[in-house]
Nanobody, 117 residues
Framework: QVQLVESGGGLVQPGGSLRLSCAAS????????MSWYRQSPGKERELVAF????????SYADSVKGRFTISRDNAKNTVYLQMNSLKPEDTAAYYC??????????WGQGTQVTVSS
């Protein structure tokens, strides 16, 4: 079955960096675009970054442009989110996501990122 397993979250000081990973299985990873979302308490889940199946095209939320980088390794069935210059407002649970051509959605279990001094 489809599995998306995030890792790499943790506590980091403002200005610090983290790299999140999402290991995928149960589907043809190299054929599908992937996304990272995040959700803070009391807020709606928001799209953070998107990457096409080949990795050639990416897009970002305005709030993270220039600080976050999404990438993928299709040989390892893994998508990454490199987060630099972290701010307290980046504190959230981060989720890996993809949607099939039939619009079925899959989410990982999430990994918590806390930015605090």
């Amino acid at each position: 079955q489809v599995q998306l397993v995030e890792s790499g979250g943790g506590l980091v000081q403002p200005g610090g960096s983290l790299r999140l990973s999402c290991a995928a299985s149960g589907f043809t990873f190299s054929s599908v675009p992937m996304s990272w979302y995040r959700q803070s308490p009391g807020k709606e889940r928001e799209l953070v970054a998107f990457i096409t199946n080949s990795g050639e095209t990416t897009s970002y939320a305005d709030s993270v442009k220039g600080r976050f980088t999404i990438s993928r390794d299709n040989a390892k069935n893994t998508v990454y989110l490199q987060m630099n210059s972290l701010k307290p407002e980046d504190t959230a649970a981060y989720y890996c996501y993809y949607r099939t051509v039939f619009r079925r959605e899959y989410w990982g279990q999430g990994t918590q990122v806390t930015v605090s001094s």
